[in-house]
């Protein structure tokens, strides 16, 4: 029986880029809208929609298109024509063919992670674009399993480690998103590593308060990991 501790690695800007895809299309989509808004009209108006349609679209490009569609029609008062609504379409198409770039030191890193665990992906966001990502990354083989969701919260993690059968105590998790990789995690029993992306989402950033009372370990790279979990495995 393989009794390696499992290891729970989040997917987007931890071990490859994407805020930096939704970033690049958010500044096409603030000159789109130019006409009718300035930047930070716009970017507070996407902001906005985008919060409110999580909980009914869920996460990923395909709610940031319906998001930003949306934003359009209602910042331009429905002036805007077919041509920038089909634009904006184009751009999602492309967010959803872009190559995968895996992040510093993770092509160097993810096989020494891999022989000393179970190596669990958990990520949400859309389902076909998940998968294809993680096809794309070259990095399949060195996961034990992958677990896509719709949120990564407290439940959402109860739920993964008791599926398969995971004792939360030895149960780490790696992410660049204090709320979804590290948060719930502790609040489930586990412990949770930060590893912080220069590009984060406003709805994945924690604050202060969120933040008070927890204890985390927050490294520069990915590259630092295992040092860090042997320092864990055996403490000398
Ligand atoms: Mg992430």
Excluded at 56 to 79: H, N, P, Q, R
Excluded at 89 to 103: D, F, K
Excluded at 111 to 128: E, N, Q, S
Aim: proline fraction near 5%.
């Amino acid at each position: 029986m393989d009794d390696r501790p499992v290891l729970g690695l989040d997917a987007d800007d931890t071990l490859w880029e994407n805020e930096v895809h939704f970033r690049e299309t958010e500044r096409r989509f603030v000159e789109l809208m130019a006409p009718w808004a300035d930047g930070s009209t716009t970017e507070a108006a996407l902001l906005d929609t985008e919060r409110a349609n999580v909980a009914i679209t869920g996460y990923g490009v395909k709610s940031f298109i319906l998001s930003m569609v949306e934003t359009a029609i209602s910042l331009s008062d429905g002036a805007i024509g077919a041509e920038p609504i089909s634009r904006v379409l184009e751009w999602g198409r492309q967010m959803l063919e872009a190559p995968v770039a895996l992040l510093p030191d993770v092509a160097e890193t993810i096989g020494t992670l891999a022989d000393a665990h179970r190596l669990l992906l958990i990520t949400k966001g859309d389902l076909t674009d998940q998968r294809r990502k993680v096809d794309a990354s070259g990095l399949a083989d060195h996961f034990w399993r992958i677990e896509i969701v719709a949120e990564k919260d407290t439940p959402t993690y109860r739920d993964i480690l008791g599926r398969h059968g995971i004792d939360a105590t030895r149960f780490v998790m790696v992410g660049n998103s204090v709320p979804s990789d590290v948060l719930p995690v502790l609040e489930a029993g586990g412990r949770a590593i930060h590893i912080p992306h220069d590009l984060t989402w406003a709805l994945e950033t924690a604050t202060d308060s969120d933040i008070d009372g927890h204890e985390f370990p927050v490294l520069r790279n990915f590259g630092e990991l295992p040092a860090l979990l042997t320092g864990w495995r055996d403490p000398g």
